[in-house]
């Protein structure tokens, strides 16, 4: 008498628990991925934004930016002076949505304040002739800014003396 074997072998649930443990993986690493993205575009939306206005304060009367939270979303708003009549334009951009944090850090202190709604906003202005961070209307220099969402921090340093912003 044939006797018919109906179960798996364990060869056979071996290979399966392998590909269901590269699948699990590969699968938490892009949910991880997709949780940290919204603090790194935070990051990369501000440092386009502070580029932005260095390069266009070199070429108007006067240019500064604010950062502020309204809502659960993060803005940027550039404001433009084009002359001494002081007709002053302003362009408004969301950076960071809803479970973003900001923080920042004023003169190398080490000590870190949330960007909350209704708060002191940040406001950087920057020289005209050198390019350079200004702290002549604000008695002080934005140092640092962090995004965080969830586990992920994404930081942006700024050196006053050049105007220059670096990604850590």
Same mark, same amino acid.
């Given at each position: 008498?044939?006797?018919?074997?109906? &179960? #798996?072998?364990? %060869?056979?649930?071996?290979?399966?628990?392998?590909?269901?443990?590269?699948?699990?993986?590969?699968?938490?690493? &892009?949910?991880?991925?997709?949780?940290?993205?919204? *603090?790194?575009?935070?990051?990369?939306?501000?440092?386009? +934004?502070?580029?932005?206005?260095?390069?266009?304060?070199? &070429?108007? #009367?006067?240019?500064?930016?604010?950062?502020?939270?309204?809502?659960?979303?993060?803005?940027?708003?550039?404001?433009?002076?084009?002359?001494?009549?002081?007709?002053?334009?302003?362009?408004?951009?969301?950076?960071? #949505?809803?479970?973003?944090?900001? #923080?920042?850090?004023?003169?190398?202190?080490?000590?870190?304040?949330?960007? %909350?709604?209704?708060?002191?906003?940040?406001?950087?202005?920057?020289?005209? +002739? +050198?390019? *350079?961070?200004?702290?002549?209307?604000?008695?002080?220099?934005?140092?640092?800014?962090?995004?965080?969402?969830? +586990?992920?921090?994404?930081?942006?340093?700024?050196?006053?003396?050049?105007?220059?912003?670096?990604?850590?």
């Amino acid at each position: 008498m044939k006797q018919e074997n109906k &179960g #798996f072998s364990l %060869v056979e649930l071996i290979v399966v628990i392998a590909i269901m443990t590269i699948l699990t993986g590969l699968i938490s690493a &892009g949910i991880g991925m997709a949780v940290s993205k919204p *603090a790194d575009e935070c990051i990369d939306k501000l440092k386009a +934004s502070l580029q932005s206005i260095r390069v266009t304060s070199m &070429g108007k #009367f006067d240019a500064h930016i604010e950062i502020y939270k309204k809502g659960d979303q993060i803005y940027s708003k550039e404001y433009y002076t084009e002359d001494s009549s002081g007709k002053e334009t302003t362009k408004e951009n969301i950076v960071g #949505f809803k479970g973003v944090q900001v #923080f920042y850090e004023i003169n190398n202190s080490g000590t870190y304040t949330e960007l %909350v709604e209704g708060g002191t906003p940040i406001v950087i202005y920057y020289d005209r +002739s +050198s390019g *350079a961070f200004s702290n002549a209307v604000t008695g002080y220099y934005c140092t640092k800014i962090k995004a965080v969402k969830n +586990s992920r921090t994404a930081e942006m340093i700024l050196y006053p003396l050049t105007g220059k912003i670096e990604i850590q």
